[in-house]
T-cell receptor, first 115, second 114 residues
Framework: DTEVTQTPKHLVMGMTNKKSLKCEQH?????MYWYKQKAKKPPELMFV???????INESVPSRFSPECPNSSLLNLHLHALQPEDSALYLC??????????????FGDGTRLSIL | AQSVTQPDIHITVSEGASLELRCNYS??????LFWYVQSPGQGLQLLLK??????LVQGIKGFEAEFKRSQSSFNLRKPSVHWSDAAEYFC????????????FGSGTKLNVKP
């Protein structure tokens, strides 16, 4: 069983819709990540949060808006997405960013399809 | 700059045969190395990691990997493959002081023949 839970597992939305992806972890981790993964490709980093503050935005378009309301939750708000945004969106967490690289623990992802 | 190369896009092995997946990295200092596995429709699961110390590391599901600094390699091995090992395998490298950013290889798809 994964310790990082993502909801929903699947999402189909039109280009004018607004929706949100949710990620939750109860491991006491203070760093959380959003990745985008296209088919047959490795994950691409989108955002990194540390202690609920945004640390990295990898030049992601503003139609993706992350939010970290508390240390256990990470949201990704979606608005006016394009068909090329269809992908698997993965959330991950790690203990913190204070020391050297640490393992990231991934959820099972949300499969997003844009019509 | 960091980079990770997984030379094999697809590998097919027979069930019960041994397996070696290759990973080469490019990084000036001591790398932090990881292997992840991704089954269809699922997220990435950590198999093992190398930070320092013994260059042969043991992971979950019977996997091991060997760090060879002279060859800039971190190859993943398993002595006897099971059908359930069919999946995509990703090698990743990280470094200290970089917001725990990982650099992933392009992945190797493992097929297992009965």
């Amino acid at each position: 069983d994964t310790e990082v839970t993502q909801t929903p597992k699947h999402l189909v939305m039109g280009m004018t819709n607004k929706k949100s992806l949710k990620c939750e972890q109860h491991m006491g981790h203070r760093a959380m990540y959003w990745y985008k993964q296209k088919a047959k490709k490795p994950p691409e980093l989108m955002f990194v949060y540390s202690y609920e503050k945004l640390s990295i935005n990898e030049s992601v378009p503003s139609r993706f808006s992350p939010e970290c309301p508390n240390s256990s939750l990470l949201n990704l708000h979606l608005h006016a997405l394009q068909p090329e945004d269809s992908a698997l969106y993965l959330c991950a967490s790690s203990q913190n960013l204070a020391r050297g690289p640490q393992p990231q623990h991934f959820g099972d992802g949300t499969r997003l399809s844009i019509l | 700059a960091q980079s990770v190369t997984q030379p094999d896009i697809h590998i097919t092995v027979s069930e019960g045969a041994s397996l070696e997946l290759r990973c080469n990295y490019s990084y000036g200092a001591t790398p932090y190395l990881f292997w992840y596995v991704q089954s269809p429709g699922q997220g990435l699961q950590l198999l093992l990691k190398y930070f320092s110390g013994d260059t042969l590391v043991q992971g979950i599901k019977g996997f091991e990997a060997e760090f060879k600094r002279s060859q800039s390699s971190f190859n993943l091995r398993k002595p006897s493959v099971h059908w359930s090992d069919a999946a995509e395998y990703f090698c990743a490298v990280g470094r200290a002081g970089n917001f725990n950013k990982f650099y992933f290889g392009s992945g190797t798809k493992l097929n297992v023949k009965p």
